[in-house]
């Protein structure tokens, strides 16, 4: 009753609630920094502990100077101005000691020693401001109302830090205000209840009370513009770390390329929305998408044209979806999609206007392409009902529509599970195929076109399954390129071939097929190299043949290698001329030994004029840089006359002769206890012996 006396009888209390108001507005702005402080570390900390401290102390020491303004005596006052900035200093100072204690990493109760702290500094500040406070008077002190000014400063300071740092929730910051703003006002209106004046007559002149008003007004100003100058910088910081955050977490949910979500947002989408559409009785389709050409662009224009691409495909993807639809970039070339649907025909006007986008041509820079796409669509829950099947079966259903060139668009089937653990399987015998001797040779004559005369054989690997029986090569190879099986096939099929071919005594040559994942990685120059030492086969017996797409996944590789293996003496020739790049910068890049003709154009040049000026084409490019040009696929006597009109140089095909196994193709005669053999084919018959 003491205090409250104190307060309402000898105060102004219009400036009492000034003073009010400068400590609650400092006790905001103070606590809020704090919290910043805490978030930061080491010399951003000290620099937020110094801010918080500047706003604390500047808060503290204007509620107290303007408190001290409103008590009203009646006898002459005057401030001793170097203890008036003393207490200043020790407000400040005192309040940065017990922040960087309470963010310290010592013991448990560091926010509560650091909150006792500010308490004793506070009741620095407090008395070293009376010390400066003079007045004509005699002053007496309670010493029970000290002590008491004391601890509440300390008590109330220590429980408004504990609030401030250990208690996280909602209401915590409203709690540890109030006792920031206690510890302020408990000290200062103890400590002047604590204080009795005795005016003594001087004669000097009682401060003007307008002019003591305009001093607090002056003060709170000068406090005020503190305080706000800390919450400026909260609320820039605040601002540019909230900007920060955006962006970062915009950069880990978005594609940095085409600004698309990723895959990570991806799958917290379709999470979601498999919640709601089990809720709503909706269905969820899942898209997989994935480029068709996109390889192209890269390999031909390079990497920048093919990011060109992937920006112009994701700014149309952007522009399609409507509510209820996401699309984003989940790989390289890799895209996906979710709709949400009740209706088939909404699912099937989504995925229209996504082949439609897809298939639109894109410019970059000189040249016009189209990537098409191919796309693969499941559906929740009738396909899967957790979020990896449903992904599974729609990249299933994808790569059905990528094997089939006619379509371009796939819906799940079950059997497309069957398939795929049939290709698994697949894969797993095949790793085994040629420890089991399961593998074969086979060999296909190629012959002179001007004379009929054999110039050597094609060597193709055949597969008899224990269960399946023989698997195609167009089945089985792509499966062991994919699984890295090719590269024990590859060595095997060469090694085999040389051998077989250095035991016959007529020196044809053998062509055998190179794949490019064996350029990936194998050192093939070396192989090659043991390979002829160890069969004996003469390098100039054996011919090497690669696609152009070998040559274009890593062309500087790849032709550094060809040039080692031609320095053996080893012949190379480029497999499948005319389809896919077929550009004429690789055939200046590298001298290759022989061109060989795409077995397609043969196919069609009885009826289409288009077919036959290719192989016109084709053959007088080979004519005019003098290199030999090989036409695959003949099936006809009529097809073997236009190439000779043609001037074809060789050519092989089912007329000439199918594959065969090489027991076939020599039939051992016996004749005067010598092994004699002659060629079963359609062209002329050749003698040779076979050691």
Known sequence: MRVLSCILTEHNLW???????????????????????????????????????????????????????????????????????????????????????????????????????????????????????????????NKGYVVASVLLSVTFAALALHQAIRRPWRFAGIAGLVLFVLAVVSLHFTAMTAVSVTPLITGANLADPYAMEAMAVAVAGGGLLMIGTGVASYMIDERASRESIQKLQHMALNDLLTGLPNRSSFA???????????????????????????????????????????????????????????????????????????????????????????????RIDDFETVTGASIGVAVYPDDGIDQERLVSNADLAMYRAKADVGRAVCFYESKMDEAARARHMLAQDLRRAVELEQLDLHYQVQTSVSTGEICGYEVLVRWHHPERGAVPPSEFIPIAEESGTILVIGEWVLRTACREAASWDAPYKIAVNLSPVQFAHADLAKLVHAILLETGLPPARLELEITESTIIADKSRTLHVLRQIRALGVTIAIDDFGTGYSSLDTLRSFPFDKIKLDRSFMSEVDQSIQAKAIVRAVLTLGKSLDIPVLAEGVETDHQLEILRVEGCDEAQGFFLGRPKPVEQIFQVEAANGDEEASFSGRVPPQRMRRR
């Open 268 to 362: 917290d989408y379709l999470q979601n929305e498999m919640e709601h559409a089990e809720e709503d009785g909706v269905k969820l389709a899942v898209i997989g998408i994935d480029l068709d050409r996109f390889k192209e662009i890269n390999d031909l224009r390079g990497h920048k044209a093919g990011d060109q691409a992937l920006k112009a495909i994701g700014r149309r993807l952007a522009r399609l979806v409507k509510d209820g639809e996401f699309v984003a970039r989940v790989g390289g070339d890799e895209f996906a999609a979710a709709k949400r649907f009740r209706s088939q025909n909404e699912l099937l006007d989504f995925v229209a206007r996504l082949e439609k986008v897809l298939f639109e041509p894109i």
């Open 15 to 141: 400036l009492v609630l000034l003073a009010a108001f400068v400590c609650i507005s400092g006790g905001w702005i103070t606590l809020n920094l704090l919290r910043r402080a805490e978030s930061t570390h080491d010399l951003q900390r000290s620099g937020w502990v110094f801010l918080t401290a500047v706003a604390a102390g500047s808060s503290i020491w204007c509620t107290h100077f303007i408190a001290m303004l409103a008590y009203e005596v009646a006898a002459p006052v005057t401030f001793d101005p170097i203890l008036t900035m003393a207490s200043f200093l020790l407000a400040v100072f005192g309040c940065a000691g017990g922040f960087a204690v309470t963010l310290s990493r010592l013991p448990r109760v560091a926010p509560e020693f650091g909150g006792a702290i500010v308490g004793l500094a506070v009741t620095l500040m407090h008395y070293t401001g009376m010390m400066a406070y003079h007045v004509d008077g005699i002053v007496e002190w």
